[in-house]
Structure formats: structure tokens, C-alpha cells
């Protein structure tokens, strides 16, 4: 409180001193015991009025002692049970969490993870996945800018995420308590195969398979290949305590179309602990088409590059490059992308109306935009010399195809002739176009379809920076690929749009994501937001059934089946107000990754204790490891000073003396009869 304010405060006290001598005292002749009593009173009410006119900032200082967090994270996935280590899970944390040296030095916090992370002291330990490396960004985002100490109660092997090695912050010590026996049982194991999800009808298709082994002598096991009865490849691989692991390419025929099961298998003379991982399911879909893609241009440019490499992430798909005058005949082609198209490209536009291929155009500085007013009407372009750079913003509304929107808005510009363009009613926006955060009100990327031919327009150069920056942000190209494959399919598609449309894989492996998507749409083609759809799930075999609802997402309706057994399903997916229906199958596989390893990830766990500066421990070192933390003197709490400044006039009880006071005053006055 500073000097002014209690200076104004003496004053308001010898105010309201003055005031009530003023009305009971002066001049009143007859000063009896009851008028000091009123005049203290009202003095009591002046004083309060006067204070809250002042309004002056009272202070509180206060301290609170704050911990440093000890976060104890515990793997619930199943790989635990597999491996015998459940109790000793839940005893040492039961010891960590019980421990009252450690509850008073720190801020004990226990969290469990499996493919995810939660706050939880309940473990069940039914994960079907492990991550170790969402355990590090969980901890990085919920305790940023501060130094504290982890204890991961873990086997060590992780299934899904980056490597998590690197993935602790270096400043911030990790110490890994190392569950299962790590005793080296002799073990041989299928540790990944490879192979497409679709190959094409009486081709040749490779499987690349990797294979592991554990143990202190030399054997030679037996690997092969299956489908039902009928086994497709063969062979011996030798391993040693020298020759850990071997690579195996077999090509294998795709004679039948559909859906195919293969079976890959490993088995030696050898007992093993675990025979789970000698053998793996996988499947492929065998297809008798292929989407042959033509991308005519006249330049070379990265966006040529990066569009190929995309498109054939999808091996349904091939691309061709040429130029206009090379190109033979366009029903060779299922999609033609005319990147920038100049007034060469007259031909081919001519050539196409009597053809019809679904079209792609990419503009940019060097389109012939007059052309493209000639050739086409879906938009009307009136463009200056001048360039500029557009931002993309998503549209939700956008129904012609489910697809989400991967960070369109954080997206390098991409650079076209500055202009206005102008859109027929039968044009659909999937982006539209910013300059500086300022709508255009014109499309960046559109699509139009006119007497079933199939258009789309992408409007400006340097697409490949979005594949470079999408790479950049999700260390991955797929997020970006499945957006230009859906357009290509989109394209590639001359089928009669449908009322419900309803996207899902042909297979799954267990413990997959099953994830089931669909779209309806009103007579207008427009999307239903008030559509109520359900998906009954049956198993072939046992006959079981299951029915869900499907919720609504941002433009889709979406439901999740997680959880369903190995097997055959077939599903019928109904909307409810229309009587609309679709029907289809998939099947799960039967693989857990889970029951994949025979012992903890020792190696793993004890890099990542060196890469933090720290130590891992066994179960029977959990004294250790507390000794350890307790006696470090980097983890100290620390005393918070917390000062709260309060307004007077946000004192409520004053003004309820305040009211008291006078209404004190006024009973008194009324029973000594001086009203």
C-alpha cells in the first residue's frame, strides 16, 4: 500500500469523524449515551463509504512448495503378460509410488501407455501396440521448460513410432526399470515382411522377409511360403552366433483375383520358448487393371517429379511423362495432367473432346489462359501478366470424395498469374485460394463434371513444396500421396456418383485400426449432415453379430470396429432415413506383435538411459534406482512466492457492514423514537 493511499485513508477516517460529530454532536444540547452510540455508528458507515471511494489494493503474500515431477510411466501392453513380468510390473510400482521419501522429495505422478499415454494407476495390460516414443512427446508437451527425472517400468519393445532413443529431451534423465528375464533362449523369428497390398493378375509379386535369430550355436532352419495346402516357395537359411539374420526375396505368382492369403513360415529341429513368431499372415488383393496416368508437359519442372513419385506410391497407378507433340493416342490413358497447358496444347484439347479422359490442368505462369477459355467452360479465367502467391484454405463442405484436410493452411504458396476466376454453378471447391490471409473468393484447387466427363483444376506451380513440407512435418510422404491418390481415383472413376459411399480395406492385421468410413448424399449430391447411419458386422464362422452406429466427423461419418477377432466378417452398412445400403467383407489377420518377442529390448533401454545421462536398473535394483533419485541434488523443490492483490471494492463483506451499520442505526433510532 503506498504512502498517498494511507494518507487518503487518514484523511477519510478524520471525514467521517467530522461528519458524524457534524449530525449527532453539534449543536445538539441534549448528548446522551445513545447519540455517542449513533454517532459511532454512522461514523462506522461513513468511514466504509469513504474506504470504498478510495478503493485501495490490499496485498497477501502467501508460499507454496513446489515439487519436482517424478512421472512413473508403466507399459500396459500385452508383451508383459507374454513375457511373465505382470507382477513384478505391478509390485514395483506399488514400491515406487509407496515410497515416502520419494512422495516428499517429489511430485509422484504414475502414467500408463500402450500405443497411447494416460493418466491411470490401473494397468490391464491388454495393448495391442507399444510406443515408447509417444511416452517422450506425452512428456515434453505436459512438463515443457522443466528438468525432472522419468522412470520407465518397460520390456522395451516397441511396435509402432520413431525410434525412441532419441526422442527424450537430453536435459531430463531417464531411468529404465527393465521387466522380463533376460536370459538368451535360443529363438528364430519372421521379424518383418514386406509386400504391396495390391498386385495385378498374372504378374510376378516380391515378399521380402526378415529374418531373426537368438542363440549360442549353428542350425539350419526350413522357410516357406503358403496358400492353404498348397506350398509356393521353399528353402534352407543357415544361421550361427555370428550370422544373426538373413534376407529373403521371393517372387510369388498372382494366378487369382481377389483377395489372396499367404502363409510365411519358419521351424528348425530346435525347441523354442516362443514358436509364435516363426510364422506370419499376410494378404494381398489381386486386381486385372491398372490406371495408366499421362502427364503432358512442355517444361521441366519439380512439380512433374513430385506428382510421379506420388501417384506411384499407389502401384494401381503409372505414370507417363511426354510432351505434347509425342503423345500417340490419349485412349491409351485413364488420366491426363496437362501441367501449364500453352497454345501447343490446342491438339490435345481437340483430341480429348472427341475422346473424353478425365482431365487434370495445373496452371502457372506459362498456361495459355486464353486456351483454357476456349477449351472449357466449368471456369472463366482473366489473368494479368503479373505473379502472385496463394495460400490454400480447406473447405469443409467439399462431398465429392472423403478426404481430410492434412494442414492445407500451413502449406507454402503456390505461384499463378495475378487474377480473378470465376466458377459455373457445376464446380465443386475443395481449396480455395488466400492472398496475404485475404479471401480471393476463387478456387486453388476445383473439380467440375460435365455430361460424365471428369475435370479438375489445380490452380498454380510449386505443388512439390506441399510433399516437401508435409514430409517435413509428419516424417512421412503418405499424408500427402493419399490426397493426390483420391484425386487420381476420383478422376479415374466414370461411375454414376452414388447416394452412400463407404470406404474400407479388404483386410487388417490385428490390432490394426479398423477404422470404416462412409458419406451420404441427398438427391442434390449434396452431403446428408442428418443422415442416421448404422453398420451391422457379422463374423462367416462363428455367425456372431454386431451392430454400431456410425458418428459424424468433419465430412464423413466414421466407426470404429477395434477389438473384432481374427476371421471373416461381412458387414452391411444402412442408412436409416433412405433405406440406402451397402454391403462388402474384409478379414483380419491373425497377428499379434505383441507375442513377437521373447525378451526385453536390454539393448534399447540401456541406450536411452546413456543417451539422457542416466542409469537403467533390473526389478531387483528398485532400491537402487530410489537411492539414486533421492540422493540427487539436481531435484529440489522450490518455494513459490504468491502475492494476490485484492480491491477493496471487491470486498463484499464491507458493504454488508456498510448495510448493517445503517440498518443498526435505523432500528435504534426508531425504538428511542428519534425518527
Same mark, same amino acid.
Given at each position: ?84 513380468? %505382470?507382477? &513384478? ?31 491411470? &494407476? ?33 520390456? #522395451? ?16 534423465? !531417464? ?23 495390391? !498386385?495385378?493378375?498374372? *504378374? %510376378? ?6 529374418? *531373426? ?44 483375383? #481377389? ?18 513368431? *516363426? ?8 486386381? +486385372? ?129 495475378? #487474377? ?82 463407404? *470406404? ?23 452431403? +446428408? ?26 465430412? &464423413? ?8 477377432? &481374427? ?6 452398412? %444402412? ?101
Amino acid at each position: 500500500m503506498t504512502s498517498s493511499t494511507i494518507l487518503l485513508i487518514l484523511l477519510a477516517v478524520l471525514i467521517a469523524i467530522g461528519l458524524s460529530y457534524f449530525q449527532y454532536i453539534f449543536k445538539n444540547k441534549n448528548v446522551q449515551r445513545i447519540t455517542w452510540i449513533l454517532a459511532s455508528i454512522r461514523f462506522l458507515a461513513w468511514l466504509g463509504v469513504l474506504l470504498l471511494l478510495i478503493n485501495p489494493i490490499l496485498s497477501r503474500k502467501t508460499f507454496e512448495t513446489i515439487k519436482t515431477p517424478l512421472p512413473i510411466m508403466v507399459d500396459n501392453s500385452s508383451s508383459v503378460v507374454n513375457l511373465n513380468a %505382470k507382477e &513384478a510390473a505391478i509390485n514395483l510400482h506399488q514400491k515406487l509410488t509407496s515410497n515416502s521419501a520419494l512422495k516428499d522429495k517429489f511430485d509422484v505422478q504414475t502414467y500408463r501407455f500402450d500405443s497411447s499415454v494416460e493418466t491411470s &494407476a490401473i494397468f490391464d495390460f491388454k495393448g495391442k501396440q507399444t510406443n515408447i516414443d509417444e511416452v517422450a512427446k506425452h512428456l515434453k508437451s505436459v512438463y515443457r521448460n522443466m528438468v525432472f527425472p522419468t522412470v520407465i517400468i518397460s520390456d #522395451g519393445n516397441q511396435t509402432i513410432g520413431s525410434d525412441y532413443v532419441y526422442g527424450f529431451e537430453n536435459r531430463n534423465k !531417464v531411468f529404465p526399470l527393465i521387466l522380463g528375464d533376460t536370459t538368451t533362449f535360443l529363438d528364430i523369428k519372421i521379424g518383418q515382411l514386406n509386400v504391396n497390398k495390391y !498386385v495385378f493378375h498374372k *504378374n %510376378k509379386f516380391p515378399v521380402e522377409v526378415f529374418l *531373426n535369430y537368438s542363440g549360442s550355436k549353428s542350425i539350419s532352419a526350413n522357410f516357406s511360403i503358403s496358400q492353404g495346402n498348397n506350398i509356393l516357395n521353399t528353402q534352407t537359411v543357415s544361421f550361427s552366433p555370428q550370422k544373426k539374420s538373413a534376407i529373403l526375396n521371393v517372387l510369388l505368382p498372382a494366378n487369382q483375383i #481377389g483377395l489372396q492369403i499367404f502363409k510365411a513360415s519358419i521351424s528348425s529341429k530346435e525347441s523354442e520358448k516362443n514358436s509364435y513368431n *516363426n510364422s506370419k499372415n499376410f494378404a494381398v488383393e489381386v486386381i +486385372d487393371q491398372k490406371t495408366n496416368v499421362a502427364i503432358i508437359t512442355e517444361i521441366n519442372h519439380p512439380d512433374v517429379g513430385a506428382l510421379k513419385r506420388a501417384i506411384e506410391t499407389n502401384s494401381q497407378r503409372k505414370v507417363t511423362v511426354v510432351k505434347p507433340q509425342e503423345i500417340k493416342s490419349l485412349s491409351d490413358f485413364n488420366v491426363l495432367i496437362l501441367y501449364q497447358p500453352s497454345s501447343n496444347f490446342r491438339s490435345i484439347f481437340e483430341s480429348n473432346s472427341q475422346t473424353g479422359v478425365n482431365t487434370l490442368i495445373i496452371t502457372g505462369p506459362s498456361t495459355d489462359y486464353a486456351l483454357l477459355n476456349q477449351v472449357q467452360k466449368s471456369l472463366i479465367f482473366k489473368m494479368s501478366g503479373q505473379r502472385e502467391d496463394y495460400s490454400a484454405s480447406f473447405q469443409s463442405e467439399f462431398n465429392l470424395f472423403a478426404t481430410e484436410d492434412i494442414g492445407f493452411f500451413q502449406f507454402p504458396p503456390l505461384q499463378n498469374a495475378f #487474377g480473378t476466376i470465376t466458377t459455373n454453378s457445376n464446380v465443386e471447391v475443395l481449396l480455395a485460394s488466400k492472398i496475404r490471409n485475404i479471401d480471393t473468393n476463387a478456387p486453388l484447387l476445383a473439380f467440375a463434371e460435365n455430361q460424365g466427363k471428369r475435370m479438375a483444376f489445380l490452380m498454380g506451380e510449386n505443388s512439390w513444396k506441399w510433399r516437401m513440407y508435409s514430409h517435413v512435418e509428419t516424417k512421412s510422404y503418405e499424408k500427402y500421396d493419399v490426397f493426390v491418390d483420391k484425386i487420381i481415383q476420383y478422376l479415374s472413376s466414370d461411375n454414376a456418383r452414388k447416394s452412400l459411399v463407404v *470406404n474400407h480395406e479388404r483386410f487388417y492385421n490385428s490390432g490394426d485400426a479398423i477404422e470404416i468410413t462412409a458419406q451420404y448424399f441427398n438427391k442434390n449430391y449434396e452431403l +446428408d449432415e442428418k443422415a442416421r447411419l448404422t453398420i451391422s458386422v457379422v463374423n462367416k464362422k462363428t455367425k456372431q453379430s454386431k451392430k454400431y452406429d456410425l458418428l459424424r466427423s468433419s465430412n &464423413a461419418f466414421k466407426v470404429n470396429l477395434d477389438g473384432l477377432e &481374427a476371421g471373416q466378417y461381412e458387414f452391411l452398412v %444402412k442408412e436409416l432415413n433412405s433405406n440406402s445400403s451397402y454391403s462388402g467383407s474384409f478379414e483380419i489377420l491373425d497377428f499379434d506383435i505383441e507375442k513377437q518377442f521373447v525378451n526385453p529390448d536390454v539393448t534399447k533401454l540401456k541406450e536411452l538411459a546413456v543417451q539422457t545421462a542416466a542409469t537403467a536398473f533390473m526389478p531387483n535394483q528398485v532400491d537402487d534406482l530410489i537411492d539414486t533419485l533421492l540422493n540427487n541434488a539436481d531435484y529440489k523443490a522450490v518455494e513459490k512466492a504468491i502475492v494476490r492483490k485484492t480491491p477493496l471494492i471487491d470486498w463484499v463483506l464491507l458493504l454488508i457492514l456498510i448495510a448493517t451499520a445503517l440498518g443498526i442505526e435505523w432500528f435504534v433510532r426508531k425504538y428511542n423514537g428519534m425518527l
